[in-house]
Protein backbone atom coordinates (compact mmCIF):
# COMPACT_ATOMS: atom_id res chain seq x y z
CA UNK A 1 0.00 0.00 0.00
CA UNK A 2 1.78 3.56 -1.12
CA UNK A 3 2.27 5.97 1.83
CA UNK A 4 -0.61 8.44 0.47
CA UNK A 5 -3.28 5.58 0.43
CA UNK A 6 -2.13 5.25 4.61
CA UNK A 7 -2.69 8.58 5.14
CA UNK A 8 -5.72 8.66 3.49
CA UNK A 9 -7.30 5.46 5.37
CA UNK A 10 -5.71 7.50 9.15
CA UNK A 11 -7.25 10.54 7.92
CA UNK A 12 -10.39 9.02 7.19
CA UNK A 13 -11.02 7.30 10.56
CA UNK A 14 -10.08 10.22 12.74
CA UNK A 15 -13.22 10.90 13.62
CA UNK A 16 -13.69 6.87 15.01
CA UNK A 17 -10.91 7.25 16.82
CA UNK A 18 -13.03 9.46 19.51
CA UNK A 19 -15.69 8.44 20.98
CA UNK A 20 -18.98 11.04 20.62
CA UNK A 21 -19.96 12.82 23.39
CA UNK A 22 -23.79 13.89 24.40
CA UNK A 23 -24.85 17.32 24.43
CA UNK A 24 -24.38 17.97 28.60
CA UNK A 25 -28.00 19.28 28.54
CA UNK A 26 -29.72 16.64 26.26
CA UNK A 27 -32.52 16.41 29.27
CA UNK A 28 -36.07 18.35 28.70
CA UNK A 29 -35.90 21.46 29.68
CA UNK A 30 -38.61 20.65 32.27
CA UNK A 31 -36.66 17.86 33.66
CA UNK A 32 -34.09 19.98 34.44
CA UNK A 33 -36.21 23.01 36.33
CA UNK A 34 -38.39 20.25 38.43
CA UNK A 35 -35.28 18.11 39.68
CA UNK A 36 -33.40 21.24 40.87
CA UNK A 37 -36.19 22.37 43.00
CA UNK A 38 -35.41 19.20 44.94
CA UNK A 39 -31.51 18.40 44.05
CA UNK A 40 -29.01 20.83 41.96
CA UNK A 41 -28.14 18.55 39.08
CA UNK A 42 -26.38 21.37 37.02
CA UNK A 43 -23.22 19.14 35.20
CA UNK A 44 -24.75 16.78 33.08
CA UNK A 45 -27.73 15.11 31.95
CA UNK A 46 -29.31 12.79 29.14
CA UNK A 47 -32.53 11.03 27.84
CA UNK A 48 -32.11 7.39 27.89
CA UNK A 49 -34.02 4.31 27.01
CA UNK A 50 -38.02 3.44 28.27
CA UNK A 51 -38.57 7.57 27.58
CA UNK A 52 -36.17 7.84 30.47
CA UNK A 53 -33.69 11.01 31.39
CA UNK A 54 -30.44 10.94 34.00
CA UNK A 55 -28.89 13.40 35.26
CA UNK A 56 -25.46 13.69 37.67
CA UNK A 57 -23.15 15.76 39.10
CA UNK A 58 -19.73 14.09 40.25
CA UNK A 59 -16.68 15.13 42.42
CA UNK A 60 -13.71 13.57 41.64
CA UNK A 61 -11.83 14.79 44.94
CA UNK A 62 -14.69 13.58 47.45
CA UNK A 63 -16.34 10.78 45.11
CA UNK A 64 -19.89 12.22 45.54
CA UNK A 65 -22.09 11.20 42.93
CA UNK A 66 -25.47 13.29 42.78
CA UNK A 67 -27.93 11.56 40.67
CA UNK A 68 -31.31 11.70 39.47
CA UNK A 69 -33.14 9.53 37.42
CA UNK A 70 -36.83 10.00 35.96
CA UNK A 71 -39.49 8.34 33.75
CA UNK A 72 -43.40 8.35 33.69
CA UNK A 73 -45.10 4.92 35.37
CA UNK A 74 -48.30 4.90 33.68
CA UNK A 75 -49.65 2.39 35.33
CA UNK A 76 -51.36 2.13 38.02
CA UNK A 77 -48.31 0.03 40.14
CA UNK A 78 -45.11 0.14 39.07
CA UNK A 79 -41.22 0.70 39.50
CA UNK A 80 -38.36 2.78 38.53
CA UNK A 81 -35.08 1.35 39.15
CA UNK A 82 -31.51 2.87 38.62
CA UNK A 83 -27.93 1.15 39.37
CA UNK A 84 -24.31 0.82 39.41
CA UNK A 85 -22.34 -2.76 38.66
CA UNK A 86 -19.37 -3.17 38.91
CA UNK A 87 -19.23 -6.15 37.18
CA UNK A 88 -20.89 -4.78 33.60
CA UNK A 89 -23.18 -3.91 31.28
CA UNK A 90 -25.54 -6.57 32.59
CA UNK A 91 -28.31 -6.40 35.07
CA UNK A 92 -26.61 -9.30 37.57
CA UNK A 93 -24.28 -7.64 39.90
CA UNK A 94 -26.17 -4.49 39.98
CA UNK A 95 -26.26 -2.33 43.20
CA UNK A 96 -29.84 -0.59 42.23
CA UNK A 97 -32.23 2.18 43.99
CA UNK A 98 -35.88 1.28 43.16
CA UNK A 99 -38.76 3.31 43.42
CA UNK A 100 -42.29 2.13 43.68
CA UNK A 101 -45.73 3.44 42.82
CA UNK A 102 -48.31 1.56 44.79
CA UNK A 103 -51.78 0.87 43.71
CA UNK A 104 -52.99 3.31 46.79
CA UNK A 105 -50.96 5.82 45.29
CA UNK A 106 -48.12 5.82 47.99
CA UNK A 107 -44.97 5.54 47.05
CA UNK A 108 -42.07 3.76 48.64
CA UNK A 109 -38.10 3.16 48.15
CA UNK A 110 -35.50 0.99 48.47
CA UNK A 111 -31.76 -0.29 47.79
CA UNK A 112 -31.66 -3.78 46.22
CA UNK A 113 -28.75 -6.45 45.43
CA UNK A 114 -29.28 -7.90 41.94
CA UNK A 115 -28.18 -11.53 41.97
CA UNK A 116 -28.48 -14.48 39.69
CA UNK A 117 -31.49 -15.76 41.99
CA UNK A 118 -32.77 -12.54 40.95
CA UNK A 119 -32.82 -13.36 37.18
CA UNK A 120 -34.14 -16.79 37.76
CA UNK A 121 -37.44 -15.08 39.08
CA UNK A 122 -36.59 -15.68 43.18
CA UNK A 123 -38.11 -13.50 45.40
CA UNK A 124 -36.34 -9.99 45.00
CA UNK A 125 -36.76 -7.95 48.35
CA UNK A 126 -34.62 -4.73 49.88
CA UNK A 127 -31.23 -5.43 51.15
CA UNK A 128 -29.68 -2.94 53.80
CA UNK A 129 -26.29 -3.77 52.44
CA UNK A 130 -25.69 -3.37 48.84
CA UNK A 131 -21.90 -2.40 48.74
CA UNK A 132 -22.04 1.59 48.04
CA UNK A 133 -22.63 4.27 50.77
CA UNK A 134 -26.14 5.78 49.68
CA UNK A 135 -27.40 9.41 51.24
CA UNK A 136 -30.50 11.58 50.76
CA UNK A 137 -32.03 8.87 48.79
CA UNK A 138 -35.73 9.50 47.98
CA UNK A 139 -38.44 8.97 45.18
CA UNK A 140 -40.93 11.68 44.42
CA UNK A 141 -43.28 12.61 41.98
CA UNK A 142 -43.26 15.35 39.77
CA UNK A 143 -46.48 16.82 39.12
CA UNK A 144 -45.96 19.26 36.48
CA UNK A 145 -43.97 16.21 34.35
CA UNK A 146 -46.19 13.13 35.13
CA UNK A 147 -42.69 11.77 36.03
CA UNK A 148 -41.67 9.80 38.69
CA UNK A 149 -38.05 10.51 40.16
CA UNK A 150 -35.06 8.71 41.93
CA UNK A 151 -32.88 10.85 44.04
CA UNK A 152 -29.57 10.24 45.74
CA UNK A 153 -26.45 10.79 46.71
CA UNK A 154 -23.30 8.00 46.47
CA UNK A 155 -19.97 8.11 47.68
CA UNK A 156 -18.30 5.63 45.01
CA UNK A 157 -15.98 2.88 46.33
CA UNK A 158 -12.50 3.29 44.87
CA UNK A 159 -13.04 0.13 43.27
CA UNK A 160 -15.55 1.64 41.14
CA UNK A 161 -13.71 3.37 38.15
CA UNK A 162 -15.22 6.52 37.60
CA UNK A 163 -13.90 6.83 34.24
CA UNK A 164 -15.66 3.85 32.87
CA UNK A 165 -18.89 3.19 35.11
CA UNK A 166 -21.70 0.37 34.32
CA UNK A 167 -24.72 2.55 34.55
CA UNK A 168 -27.96 0.20 34.52
CA UNK A 169 -31.91 1.27 34.51
CA UNK A 170 -35.17 -0.25 34.09
CA UNK A 171 -38.49 0.42 34.69
CA UNK A 172 -41.85 -2.34 35.48
CA UNK A 173 -45.47 -2.33 35.50
CA UNK A 174 -45.93 -4.13 38.62
CA UNK A 175 -44.59 -4.91 42.35
CA UNK A 176 -46.01 -7.27 44.88
CA UNK A 177 -45.67 -4.73 48.15
CA UNK A 178 -41.67 -3.82 48.10
CA UNK A 179 -41.13 -6.18 45.39
CA UNK A 180 -40.64 -5.04 41.73
CA UNK A 181 -42.13 -7.96 39.61
CA UNK A 182 -40.88 -8.51 36.14
CA UNK A 183 -40.60 -5.91 33.29
CA UNK A 184 -41.61 -5.99 30.10
CA UNK A 185 -39.78 -8.41 27.70
CA UNK A 186 -39.67 -5.70 25.25
CA UNK A 187 -36.13 -4.57 23.19
CA UNK A 188 -35.87 -1.45 24.71
CA UNK A 189 -35.82 -3.22 28.42
CA UNK A 190 -33.09 -5.04 27.11
CA UNK A 191 -31.18 -1.77 25.94
CA UNK A 192 -30.77 -0.34 30.03
CA UNK A 193 -26.92 -0.33 30.25
CA UNK A 194 -24.41 1.88 28.90
CA UNK A 195 -20.48 2.57 30.10
CA UNK A 196 -20.10 6.02 31.11
CA UNK A 197 -17.35 8.39 31.63
CA UNK A 198 -18.67 10.44 35.37
CA UNK A 199 -16.51 13.12 34.36
CA UNK A 200 -16.57 13.87 30.37
CA UNK A 201 -19.92 12.37 30.02
CA UNK A 202 -18.41 10.26 27.05
CA UNK A 203 -20.66 6.86 26.27
CA UNK A 204 -17.49 4.43 26.69
CA UNK A 205 -19.59 1.36 25.30
CA UNK A 206 -20.01 3.72 21.84
CA UNK A 207 -16.10 3.67 21.84
CA UNK A 208 -15.77 0.49 21.92
CA UNK A 209 -18.35 0.22 18.77
CA UNK A 210 -16.58 3.09 16.67
CA UNK A 211 -12.87 1.17 17.75
CA UNK A 212 -14.47 -1.80 16.27
CA UNK A 213 -15.35 0.11 13.42
CA UNK A 214 -12.14 1.53 12.65
CA UNK A 215 -10.08 -1.84 12.68
CA UNK A 216 -12.35 -3.32 10.20
CA UNK A 217 -11.92 -0.13 8.08
CA UNK A 218 -8.20 -0.08 8.67
CA UNK A 219 -8.68 -3.79 7.17
CA UNK A 220 -10.05 -3.08 4.60
CA UNK A 221 -7.16 -0.33 3.76
CA UNK A 222 -4.18 -2.83 4.78
CA UNK A 223 -5.51 -5.54 2.19
CA UNK A 224 -2.68 -6.82 0.41
CA UNK A 225 -2.56 -6.61 -3.74
CA UNK A 226 -3.79 -9.58 -5.30
CA UNK A 227 -0.29 -10.89 -6.46
CA UNK A 228 0.92 -10.05 -2.97
CA UNK A 229 2.52 -13.14 -1.29
CA UNK A 230 0.59 -12.67 1.72
CA UNK A 231 -2.48 -12.84 -0.06
CA UNK A 232 -3.15 -15.96 0.61
CA UNK A 233 -2.92 -15.84 4.50
CA UNK A 234 -5.30 -12.74 4.05
CA UNK A 235 -8.01 -14.71 2.44
CA UNK A 236 -7.83 -18.08 5.08
CA UNK A 237 -7.70 -15.31 7.56
CA UNK A 238 -10.57 -13.14 6.03
CA UNK A 239 -12.27 -16.95 5.00
CA UNK A 240 -12.71 -18.33 8.48
CA UNK A 241 -13.20 -15.18 10.30
CA UNK A 242 -16.55 -14.76 8.44
CA UNK A 243 -17.57 -18.14 8.58
CA UNK A 244 -17.04 -17.62 12.94
CA UNK A 245 -18.85 -14.52 13.00
CA UNK A 246 -21.86 -16.57 11.42
CA UNK A 247 -21.58 -19.21 14.15
CA UNK A 248 -21.71 -16.47 16.55
CA UNK A 249 -24.27 -14.26 15.14
CA UNK A 250 -26.55 -17.45 15.30
CA UNK A 251 -25.69 -18.45 18.55
CA UNK A 252 -26.28 -14.52 19.77
CA UNK A 253 -29.81 -15.28 17.79
CA UNK A 254 -30.87 -18.57 20.02
CA UNK A 255 -30.25 -16.57 23.12
CA UNK A 256 -32.27 -13.57 22.01
CA UNK A 257 -35.07 -15.95 22.04
CA UNK A 258 -34.04 -17.40 24.93
CA UNK A 259 -34.35 -13.90 27.09
CA UNK A 260 -37.28 -13.03 25.05
CA UNK A 261 -39.30 -16.12 25.30
CA UNK A 262 -41.31 -15.42 22.21
CA UNK A 263 -44.03 -18.10 21.35
CA UNK A 264 -42.16 -21.94 20.44
CA UNK A 265 -43.43 -21.32 16.71
CA UNK A 266 -40.46 -18.55 16.08
CA UNK A 267 -37.74 -20.83 17.75
CA UNK A 268 -38.72 -23.42 14.98
CA UNK A 269 -39.11 -20.69 12.31
CA UNK A 270 -35.62 -19.47 13.19
CA UNK A 271 -34.27 -23.05 12.42
CA UNK A 272 -36.17 -23.40 9.87
CA UNK A 273 -34.47 -20.29 7.78
CA UNK A 274 -31.18 -21.07 9.53
CA UNK A 275 -30.38 -24.66 7.70
CA UNK A 276 -32.28 -22.66 4.33
CA UNK A 277 -29.22 -20.30 4.47
CA UNK A 278 -26.93 -23.52 6.01
CA UNK A 279 -28.05 -25.45 2.77
CA UNK A 280 -27.06 -22.27 0.34
CA UNK A 281 -23.73 -21.41 1.67
CA UNK A 282 -22.92 -25.18 1.84
CA UNK A 283 -23.85 -24.90 -2.28
CA UNK A 284 -21.78 -22.02 -2.85
CA UNK A 285 -19.09 -23.31 -0.96
CA UNK A 286 -18.66 -26.49 -3.03
CA UNK A 287 -19.40 -24.87 -6.18
CA UNK A 288 -16.49 -22.07 -5.11
CA UNK A 289 -13.88 -25.01 -4.22
CA UNK A 290 -15.28 -27.05 -7.65
CA UNK A 291 -14.49 -24.47 -9.59
CA UNK A 292 -11.18 -23.44 -8.04
CA UNK A 293 -10.15 -27.11 -8.26
CA UNK A 294 -10.93 -27.19 -11.76
CA UNK A 295 -9.19 -23.60 -12.64
CA UNK A 296 -5.65 -24.59 -10.53
CA UNK A 297 -5.49 -28.13 -12.66
CA UNK A 298 -5.92 -26.50 -15.82
CA UNK A 299 -3.12 -24.25 -15.14
CA UNK A 300 -0.83 -26.88 -13.25
Not at 3 to 20: E, V
Not at 48 to 59: D, H, P, S
Not at 66 to 89: H, K, M, Q, V, Y
Not at 280 to 288: D, K, N, P, S, W
Request: hydrophobic fraction near 45%; glycine fraction near 6%.
Amino acid sequence: MSISHTLYALIFALPFLFPLSADAHSCSEGFLIEINKTKSINQYCRKKTLGAEFGWNFNIKSRRLDIAFGARLDAETGWLAWGLNPLGRQMVGTRALIGIKQHSGSLEWHKYNVTELTKRGCQFLPSDDIGINVSDFSFVYLEKLEYYAILATIFLPFEYNFSRINVVWQIGDAAAGSEPLMHANSLRNFDTAETVDLVSEKIVSYSAHYQRHLRTMMALRLKPKFNDKYRAYWNMYHHFLGYALLALISVNMFEGIKILRPAHAWKWAYIGVLGVLGAVAMALEVFTWTKFLLYRNSIG
